[in-house]
């Protein structure tokens, strides 16, 4: 009997990941998680967001691939087993994130939700374009996508704060507040 990848995630496509899996790993048997039928051949699982109790069913699992960058839900599961984790690094899914963090900090920074007011209100009124500089981000948590964020806000002149459970260092962004292990938010810095 072959070995089983078992597959739980309501974002990704099973058949996508199967059509590029199979030809790899032949001797694998790749299934969704709620098809398996003998939970003890399943030795691997590839996942995003399982439910509660989901690894709970897999007694013999030894190794699980998490299918994004984040894994603070994943090790949150009150029956993860104590095996070895691996997640997924797409550059596609982070330049995706990047520009989503960028669109929210250039929609506040130009002030875009007073001009949407002023417009359903038929109202016309001058407002002052804020400097890049005057302007304070911060950033929670400084994984593979925070840390690609703050770079990335820091290099268009921003004030980028960003914190972190553990000291890090970013290369290239000297703009970017070094106090990584503590939390900058804390003080009574204005976040405008």
């Known amino acids: 009997m072959s ?23 032949p001797d694998l048997e790749l299934m969704k998680a709620a098809d398996v039928g003998e939970p003890a051949r399943v030795k691997y699982a590839m996942v995003w967001t399982p439910p509660a109790g989901f690894f709970r069913r897999f007694p013999n699992l030894c190794w699980i691939l998490n299918l994004g960058a984040g894994v603070d839900g994943l090790v949150a599961q009150d029956d993860l087993p104590p095996i070895p984790i691996s997640r997924l690094s797409d550059p596609q899914m982070t330049r995706m994130m990047v520009s989503y963090v960028l669109f929210a900090v250039l929609r506040h920074a130009r002030d875009i939700p007073r001009f949407e007011r002023a417009q359903r209100l038929g109202h016309w009124q001058a407002i002052r374009p804020r400097q890049n500089s005057e302007i304070h981000v911060g950033i929670l948590g400084l994984g593979e996508l925070g840390a690609a964020a703050a770079e990335e806000i820091a290099r268009l002149g921003f004030n980028t704060h960003g914190w972190s459970r553990s000291k890090k260092r970013l290369a290239g962004s000297p703009a970017i507040s070094a106090t990584w292990h503590c939390c900058p938010f804390s003080s009574a810095r204005k976040f405008s």
């Open 3 to 25: 070995e089983i990848l078992a597959f739980e995630s309501n974002y990704d496509s099973f058949c996508d990941w199967q059509s590029l899996l199979a030809p790899l790993v």
